[in-house]
């Protein structure tokens, strides 16, 4: 799965659950209300308003992130990882490299020195 992908699964999961979560908010406020339990209405008005607060800030980055891309459709990604120097320079006899962040290994290594998982 590519980044843009999770990006969006991301977003439509943030966005999911803020409307989820204001619906739940409101039909708790409307029981409260219909049973008369005042006291219990004041939580339920917070997170009416903590979780709509929510939505328009998610919704608001959303527009910003849009816009950002608009503008600059080739910027480089600042989550990718930059090639490391070593990774230019042609391999020597006998050099092994760790497959899961590329430290240079010795032979005789059964886990890597950098990250520590097995070989």
Not at 41 to 52: D, K, N, S, Y
Not at 80 to 97: A, C, K, M, V, Y
Request: aromatic fraction near 12%.
């Amino acid at each position: 799965m590519d980044r843009d992908t999770e990006r969006k699964a991301g977003k439509a999961m943030t966005l999911g659950m803020c409307v989820f979560s204001l619906l739940f908010a409101l039909f708790w406020c409307a029981m409260v209300y219909s049973m008369g339990a005042w006291f219990m209405l004041i939580p339920g008005v917070l997170f009416v308003g903590f979780t709509a607060y929510r939505l328009v800030i998610c919704l608001k980055l959303s527009r910003e992130d849009k816009e950002k891309q608009q503008k600059k459709p080739n910027a480089p990604d600042p989550w990718d990882r930059p090639q490391s120097p070593s990774s230019s320079l042609p391999p020597q006899e006998g050099t092994r490299f760790c497959p899961y962040c590329g430290a240079s290994l010795e032979p005789q290594f059964v886990f890597c020195p950098k990250c520590g998982r097995r070989l």
